[in-house]
């Protein structure tokens, strides 16, 4: 099976490794020269172990016959829309975006098959060319446009853990709520996922955000029941969330795609997280 990832940030490096553990020919599309370069002479670290995948930085040297994984974030994908249009319509795209804004750029592209994901993995980049594997999950996929039996394939690897979902929708929503109660709370203040559960007063918050969205969102204890939500911080204890990496780096947030798109879809107030959306507003005013 030959697939391409594009984006080799945390998500996309740890995929990379165990797609091609699972006898994947895999091409990772970097955002620069000097990375390709670099992975190319020294492949990706992961936990220590190497692994070889080929990169590169051209869109033009996108292998046919192939599938195309996007793990770049939704800021990025404006700036690669006329380059993911003038690829074949019949090359199946796999979008792992954190949010649901995504789900209106993948439905205008002309491709015929697509399918969304969620990531479930705690990953962590050290650098240009390592990542560590913080928390093993899995991945869950959905198709958004096309046959299910495209996807099948990922689903039957032996290092890449992975389950289907009939309803992306659902399967995106799941994952923003999951996100809006870890991500901004991490990234305020500044903990582990784990410290969310050996933190009393981090506890406390988190009940208060599971609970101001459980009432907002009837379903919720249905889609994502507490439980879940303390067994992921467990299984990632390890992992800085992307929020807050991204704070700690000087990057811009998610927060629109994630929290603000939560908070406008409620319809009522969300106090507690709405108040971590503006403190987490006010870090990147310049």
């Not at 939704?74 to 700036?79: E, H, I, P, V």
């Not at 990953?123 to 299910?148: D, F, I």
């Not at 996807?151 to 289907?164: D, E, K, S, V």
Request: hydrophobic content about 45%; aromatic content about 6%.
């Amino acid at each position: 099976m030959n697939v391409i990832i594009a984006g080799a940030g945390a998500v996309g490096m740890l995929l990379s490794c165990l797609l091609q553990e699972s006898g994947c020919r895999v091409t990772l599309l970097t955002r620069s020269k000097e990375q390709a370069d670099l992975l190319n002479a020294e492949g990706i670290v992961k936990n220590g172990e190497d692994f070889r995948v080929k990169a590169i930085p051209d869109w033009e040297a996108v292998p046919l016959g192939a599938m195309l994984v996007l793990t770049v974030k939704y800021g990025d994908l404006a700036g690669l829309r006329h380059k993911l249009a003038a690829l074949p319509a019949e090359l199946p795209l796999v979008f792992l975006q954190n949010g649901m804004l995504h789900l209106q750029f993948a439905e205008s592209l002309p491709q015929q098959q697509i399918a969304v994901g969620s990531v479930e993995h705690g990953a962590q980049k050290v650098s240009s060319n390592e990542v560590c594997h913080t928390g093993r999950g899995k991945v869950t996929l959905a198709v958004l446009r096309g046959e299910k039996e495209v996807f099948q394939p990922l689903l039957h690897l032996p290092y890449f853990p992975a389950a289907w979902h009939e309803d992306a929708g659902a399967l995106l929503f799941r994952k923003v709520l999951l996100n809006c109660l870890i991500n901004p709370l991490t990234a305020v203040l500044e903990l582990k996922n784990g410290e969310l559960l050996t933190n009393p007063h981090a506890f406390t918050l988190l009940q208060s955000i599971y609970k101001e969205l459980s009432e907002a969102y009837p379903e919720m204890e249905h889609l994502l029941p507490f439980a879940q939500v303390v067994a992921l911080c467990r299984s990632t204890a390890a992992n800085t969330s992307s929020m807050l990496a991204d704070r700690l780096s000087g990057r811009r947030l998610e927060l629109d795609t994630i929290v603000g798109y939560t908070l406008k879809r409620a319809g009522q107030e969300l106090p507690v997280l709405n108040t971590l959306y503006y403190l987490l507003k006010a870090t990147e005013v310049d």
